[in-house]
């Protein structure tokens, strides 16, 4: 199969991307923003500095540049790395789902099932570990993870690189990026340094909250905001601002009886840990749905009534979630601020 004639390189170059956004967020500011995006492409590497995000820590090695960029972007969107050769990253990660798929549970190679929701990977890159269990340490060491498993693209690592190396294209791309062949180490490099750079900072929330813009909600939205930060509904205790995420496991009550062990899959600690998952971003929430790490939860009214109510008395729930009353009225504010933290300019812009 000729993959080349699949993938537009140089189409869309990402550092240019990347710029425009920060100039489409530099425009749409009324006021001077104290948040925007520096990017310097003169010399590689680039720099994605975000002034209201933690600073991207990136280690030797593992520079975001425009070259490593688009290698691991031609990668994600290629089938190539299946047995099958039906299904890339993208097919679960897809661009205008904020990189999820829209099901409840994905659905591998030959409609195998998984067990869990395939998550949004923006802003992945300051995930301390990956995996709604924390199973995985790193973006380059979660590659080999879809890759392998059966229930997804069940294709062995080893031949993956065989694959991809035989590609002349693939070659061309790689020597660019890394002036290395492509070999296990580089092909896990490009699509995490791809995976790293699809960052996503300017929603309607980030202008209001961070840049000053008092229009950029609306007075629904901001009493959502307001009741998202409240002592009662507290749901900033474990979706702390502004990555939405403290990374920390919890579980938030969705189960009396977990199938999913959580978290104790990794610690084998079912006593300590049972039932316990990443705190979830909220970013782009809207468009990620369903909701949990199982996709139990259909919509944000489901999601809002499931906390409202307590959660089931699972014996490690987390002493948050207790339960609040709350209004129609409050109920729907509290959606209409979920929506607002969804950035349309940062999933536009990585769009094959
Ligand atoms: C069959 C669907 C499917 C395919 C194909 C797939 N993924 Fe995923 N991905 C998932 C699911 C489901 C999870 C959640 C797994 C978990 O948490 O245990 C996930 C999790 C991830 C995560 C962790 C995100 C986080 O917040 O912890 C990353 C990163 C990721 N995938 C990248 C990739 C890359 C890169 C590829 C291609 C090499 C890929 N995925 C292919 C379904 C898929
Ligand atoms: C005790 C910590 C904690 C509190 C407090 C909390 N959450 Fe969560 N939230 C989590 C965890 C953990 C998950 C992931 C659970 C899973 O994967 O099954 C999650 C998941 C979610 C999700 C689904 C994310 C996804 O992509 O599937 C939404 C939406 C959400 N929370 C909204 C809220 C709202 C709104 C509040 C306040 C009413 C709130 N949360 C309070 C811990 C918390």
């Given at each position: ?53 933690p600073?991207?820590s990136?280690e ?18 290629d ?29 591998g ?31 380059e ?151 949990m ?26 002493s ?13 504010d ?19």
């Open positions: 199969m000729d993959t080349k004639s699949k993938i537009e390189i140089g189409a869309f170059p990402i550092a240019k991307i990347l710029v425009a956004m920060g100039m489409l967020f530099f425009l749409t500011q009324a006021c001077q923003p104290d948040t925007e995006l520096n990017i310097q492409s003169e010399p590689s590497p680039l720099l994605i500095s975000i002034n209201h995000f600073e991207m990136l030797e090695g593992k520079e975001l540049t425009e070259e490593a960029i688009a290698a691991g972007k031609a990668l994600f969107f089938p190539i790395l299946s047995r099958n050769r039906d299904l890339s990253c993208s097919s679960c990660h897809l661009t205008h789902l904020a990189f999820s798929d829209g099901r409840a549970v994905a659905i190679t030959e409609g195998r099932l998984h067990n869990r929701n395939s998550p949004t990977l923006f802003n992945v890159a300051w995930q301390p570990y990956l995996f709604m269990d924390g199973g995985n340490p790193t973006l060491s979660q590659v080999i993870g879809p890759i392998e498993e059966h229930r997804e693209m069940d294709l062995p690592y080893s031949e993956a690189i065989t694959r991809v190396a035989a590609v002349d294209y693939y070659q061309e791309l790689f020597q660019r990026a890394f002036k290395e062949d492509v070999n296990p180490k580089t092909l896990a490099l490009a699509l995490a340094t791809y995976e790293r750079a699809l960052v996503s900072f300017n929603s309607p929330f980030d202008r209001y909250e961070y840049a000053g813009d008092a229009s950029a909600l609306s007075p629904a939205q901001k009493r959502g905001l307001a009741l998202f930060k409240s002592a009662e509904l507290n749901c900033v205790a474990c979706h702390v601002l502004p990555l939405t995420t403290d990374f920390s496991f919890q579980n938030n009550g969705l189960y009396e009886v977990y199938e999913d062990p959580g978290r104790a899959r990794v610690t084998n600690n079912i006593p300590e840990h049972e039932g316990q998952f990443k705190v979830a971003t909220l970013r782009n929430i809207a468009l990620t749905g369903p909701y790490h199982d996709g139990s939860l259909g919509s944000l009214e489901e999601v809002v009534d499931h906390y409202a109510s307590g959660g089931s008395n699972h014996r490690l729930k987390s948050l979630i207790t339960g609040f009353s709350i209004s129609a009225q409050e109920k729907a509290l959606i209409s601020f979920l929506e607002a933290l969804t950035d349309t300019t940062s999933y536009k812009a990585y769009m094959p």
